[in-house]
């Protein structure tokens, strides 16, 4: 049963660790930015406030669009760590994305449908490093599921360095972090407003932060995946690349979407391409 | 291959007989019947007993064992086979000449010229009376594809056809043609599939080309007529691909037999037989560089959209390299397919999220659907193949269900342009949950294709070399170019606004053979969803494993969570529509607009006074992606690939 037990574990720990990280990312981000910031438990507050005020429902689809969202995020990483089949967790994580995106795009505001377009975007850009990463890492251990490539003797890392270093650049269009913030923004005062989650108020907004924190997690456990020989290591570069985000956030500014596919294909491509080419061809 | 020959009790000879017979019959009639009210009965009537037949003969094969047999009474058909041919390819002289169209006359002339070299030439062997049809799995899961999904198509189209005809009214006559050819085709169809004699199979095969080329140029415009002409010179192209293979192989003794051919890897001697009639699959199943004409048949009215151009005739391309994987497993041949199918499925999915026409992004997703199947067919293994097959299943009644709705709502909208179909949700509610059930069955339940896809990655992770890095990174970019354009297509249906009661009324003029046989159709999505377990063990999974001879394994391998998540899932869109139906006069706030008074009906004030509406649009990636050059580079590299197929196994023999 260790398996239910890894899920239940991520359900239940992977949003306080996601909250705990995206409140000091805001502490980071404020000391940067030579102001004191909030307390490293503002998210926390946040959303207990989100989930107490009213709602305004735009239209009668959008909340259970974003319970979906938020309940198919959680699901994809209680999938993993419970054990099933990784490769078919990634159609269960676009899901969860393709969730967001039509909530955001059933309401008639222009901000929330360029939001959506763009987070359709983002997925496009980002949806096939996911498959491919998976692949490889199926590939290299000869292991389908999380316990087993940690099981593996393969270090996955020195495996596949090339699909590595894409993850690093895909996790931050996946984060939507700046330069890939395209689809939403924390600074409501550009050309998008906030996106995606303009028109999200109440605990429908609050469903987004939850989910976005589960998505963090997921991403940590996914750089676990390269690190299998040693998880506090794994755990460890992804705090250090989470970092590297935080800066790289806060010292570009918003790029064009054209940019952002063309780079995280070609990243996809020449990188995590390159390498499963080379893993095919020497035969392992 | 486990074979057996029909007992004498049997009723698969008859009912042979009768599906090629009845429908033919039906046909026939219908060409004589003006009256509509008259017409929607035979319609109805045949349609019911067409299905009830597949069904019996589905019943009567029993799931068992490869069943061969001939007409009863062991008559030969060669006479008749020879007639047909001859009729077919004088039916296509005339026709070319008459529009003033000369490729497809040539190809038709070079046809004949073979048939009579082979027939009055007596260079082609007498086919076993006992041998000419093969009914196995894989014919029964075609059988039951035609038999149940057709009828229901031909209910459709009795409503359609109707509106469609206020549309062009010029053409009203040709009404009793129309369905003639709907039953014509289904006739062929059941020939074509349950053929094990080569040449018998090609003459069902040219009759499924002309009924498509007919359907296409059915309102006979100088455009359609140019669109037919493509697609009877690609097809003809794809036949005189076949007839060569048939010269190649009738000085074999047991050549013509399909079982026989298909029964292990094709020696070097057979193998430029096995890449033409590889060749005549893709054209059938309009694989680059053969992809323009399916979408020109994207001009026929609707039905035959969904019929032939979707959950049949194009299926029988990739049915034929489904029969000839065993034969291709291994070789340079089947590598080569696999590539043309595979590379297909990943231009023409960047090609679809270009495209605005909703009919033409089904028509783009059908042939990526068909180029996965191909590739399957083409790498060959156990798991390939039944990956093929699963798909074939789930996306002839998927795709069909949403060629259905779009055809209800160009002739309720009188447009095709899915900008147009934006607040779907809203104005026709019943239609939008068929069409989430559509999609849902297409790209978001992982019962079915999403599987599908699944097992595929799976399945090249264990192919090595540079091959399966490709196949992997195709199946990567593709699948997440699909999501994409299926992404743009449920935004537009799930995005709400506020509507009048004329636009809800809208809904009540469709017809009621619409609703029947599109609610039939949504009900078969969650049917085979719900039915995955059975159809892959009991019946993909044995044909897969029975065709390479391999040792039993179960395919469909889904824990109790996953089988939670994908209950979950095929359920989530078309409940979202229902709930969004209960909840009619939910309280809809208004949306924001730069603080400006803005409501559900998308006017806002101005900034220099007055008023705009506002009016949203998808992404189709202008400036990125140039659908026109990515359709061209694509079938330069697919024709490439394609002319290798044919020449190097021609090259090896020599």
New interface residues.
Partial sequence: MSGLAG?VLFVVLAPVAGGLLVGADRVVTARMQGRVGPPLLQPFYDVGKLLEKEA??????AE??LL?HLA?MA?TGA?VL?G??L??TV??F??AA?CL??AA?????????AG???E??V??AT???F??ML??V??VTGA?TFAGVLASPVAVAEELPGVLLAFLFVATVKLRKSPFDIAASHHPHQEL?SGLT??MSGRLLAYVHLAHWYETALLAVFVVLFFNRSVPLGLAVFLLAYAVEILVDNSTSRAK??LV??SS?AV??LFS?GN??A???L?R | MAAATAGPGSLLPALTVFLVAFPLLAGVVLLFTTAPSVRNVIVVGASTVVALASVAAAVAFGNGADVFYGLPGDASPQTAIFIAEVAIALFVIGIGLHYRRFLAPALALAQLAIAIWLQVGGHEPAPDPSRLFWFDRLAMVLVLIVGIIGPLICIHALGYMRDYQRSYPLIRGRRTAFFFLLFLFLSSMFGLVLSNDLPLMLVFWEITTLCSFLLIGYTRTPETIGYAFRALNMNLLGGLGFSIAIVLLSGRPGGLDLARLTAQPAGAVLLPAIALLALAGLTKSAQMPFSSWLIGAMYAPTPTSALLHSSTMVKAGVFLLLRLAPAMAGTEVGTLVAFVGLLTFLFVSLVA?TEQNTKKVLAYSTIANLGLIAGCAGIATPQTVWVGVMIVVFHAVAKSLLFLVVGTLENRLYTKDMEHFDGL?SRMRRVSILALTGIAGMF?A?FGI?IA??SA??A??EV???E???C??I???G???T??YW??M??KV????AVDPGERALEERVSGFEWFSETAHAAGVVGVAALVGVISERVVGPYALGAFHAAPRTFL?V?P??LV?LLA?VL?LPA?GF??WR?RD?????????GRQ?G?D?VVGAALGGTRE?T?R??Y?E??VDGGLVFRVGTAVCALVLAAMVVVPAVVRA
């Fill in positions: 899920a305004r429902q735009v239209n009668p689809v259970p669009l979906g198919f699901l999938l419970g099933v089949d490769l078919f159609f269960v676009a899901l393709l995106v039509l795009g059933s309401v008639a505001s222009p901000f929330s449908h959506a377009e763009r359709l975007i997925l496009l949806e096939p490093f498959i491919l692949a490889a199926c590939k389908s407003v303009s028109d979407w054209e596919l063309r294909w996809t491509l391409g499963v080419l893993v095919f061809l035969g | 999220v949700l978001v992982p999403v896809k699944w990655i799976r090249f992770i090595p070399g540079w399966g890095a490709a992997l990174l199946m990567a970019f699948s997440a170019l999501i994409f992404g743009k449920l935004l799930l995005s709400t606004r391998d824990s969570a996953m998540v899932s989530f979202l709930w969004a909840r939910y309280d809809q706030a208004d949306f924001y607009a730069s803005a559900a998308r506002i949203l998808n992404y990636l400036g990125v």
